[in-house]
């Protein structure tokens, strides 16, 4: 499946070295998008920079951690110089770790707001005043359906993702008038690495698989592919209508008792 739909456009991704963030990238070049991919594992960010520039994508690099403000001011860089400005930002590195609030410290706290949450700031506020000068743009950030449920042992990431909902209305309030949209993605149980960590955690994956069965009603995670063709279609024209909203990709585990 290939198309135009994002043809010419420049779109940032971050966390675009696994998961989410890598086949959205696949996608969104597919669709003609010119690629800034940011990650802070470097060796994996250069070798899915090489894989879509094999596949004829035109593909910048840029490694760092999202959380600091130096490498949101070389991701602004990077779009300026290679492509002359950014069109989508899909705001989508993050982190999950799974303790309970009184073995939680307090840097470990700090770090999922500032990876989580924080950097979707940093990034926004640079990259908004390049999509006000191209007169508009499309901001997405990924939430989780775990910013409105949650289990023991989810404090740090399930604050950070009802805090991206609450940033995501505040851009998409403030920018509106000026063409600059800006939507959360919230997605179920996902196949992605982050998934294949929490299963050895628990002890495998035949500890975690009940646990998808019974919480999310599909009874499956969603593929990464399923998840990129949400951003898509958020990223694209053909959701001008939508800005403010959460978009629950998430096999119905939020409409489930
Ligand atoms: N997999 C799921 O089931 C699921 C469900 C809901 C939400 N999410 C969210 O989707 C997003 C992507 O997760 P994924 O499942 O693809 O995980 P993943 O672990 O496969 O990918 C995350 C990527 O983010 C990068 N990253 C982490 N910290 C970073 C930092 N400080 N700076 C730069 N890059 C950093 C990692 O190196 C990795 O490449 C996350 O925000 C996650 O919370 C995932």
Redesign the pocket.
């Known amino acids: 499946m290939s198309g135009n739909r994002l043809s010419g456009k420049v779109a940032v991704i971050?966390?675009?070295?696994?998961?989410?963030?890598?086949g959205t990238a696949e996608r969104f070049a597919e669709e003609g998008a010119k690629l800034v991919l940011?990650?802070?594992?470097e060796a994996?960010l250069l070798e899915a920079a090489e894989q879509l520039k094999a596949g004829g994508a035109s593909v910048v690099a840029v490694a760092?951690?999202?959380?600091l403000s130096e490498?949101a001011d070389r991701v602004l860089e990077a779009g300026r110089d290679a492509f002359g400005g950014i069109d989508i930002l899909f705001n989508?590195?993050?982190?999950?770790p799974v303790v309970s609030v009184l073995d939680m410290a307090e840097e470990t706290w700090d770090s999922v707001m500032d990876?989580?949450l924080k950097?979707m700031f940093l990034l926004s506020k640079r990259v908004i005043p390049e999509m006000l000068k191209r007169g508009g743009g499309s901001i997405i950030n990924?939430?989780?359906?775990?910013s409105t449920l949650t289990e023991p042992k989810y404090a740090g990431?399930t604050s950070s993702?009802a805090g991206i909902i609450g940033l995501t209305k505040a851009i998409a309030v403030e920018y509106a008038e000026e063409g600059v949209r800006c939507n959360a993605i919230?997605?179920?149980?996902?196949d992605?690495?982050?998934?294949q960590?929490l299963a050895v955690e628990l002890g495998g994956m035949d500890k975690l698989y009940p646990i998808i069965k019974q919480q999310q009603p599909t009874g499956k995670?969603a593929t990464?592919r399923e998840i990129a063709n949400v951003v898509l279609f958020l990223a694209s024209d053909e959701s001008t209508a939508i800005t403010g909203a959460s978009i629950f990709a998430d096999g119905a585990t939020s409409a489930f008792i």
């Not at 760092?64 to 959380?67: E, L």
């Not at 989508?92 to 999950?96: E, P, Q, R, S």
């Not at 990924?142 to 775990?146: D, E, F, G």
């Not at 919230?186 to 996902?190: A, E, K, N, S, Y």
């Open positions: 971050t966390g675009a070295a696994s998961g989410i963030g890598r940011v990650d802070n594992n994996r760092g951690d999202v959380s490498t989508n590195a993050g982190i999950m990876v989580n950097a990924t939430s989780s359906v775990m990431y993702k919230c997605p179920g149980w996902v992605t690495e982050l998934n960590r995670m990464v």
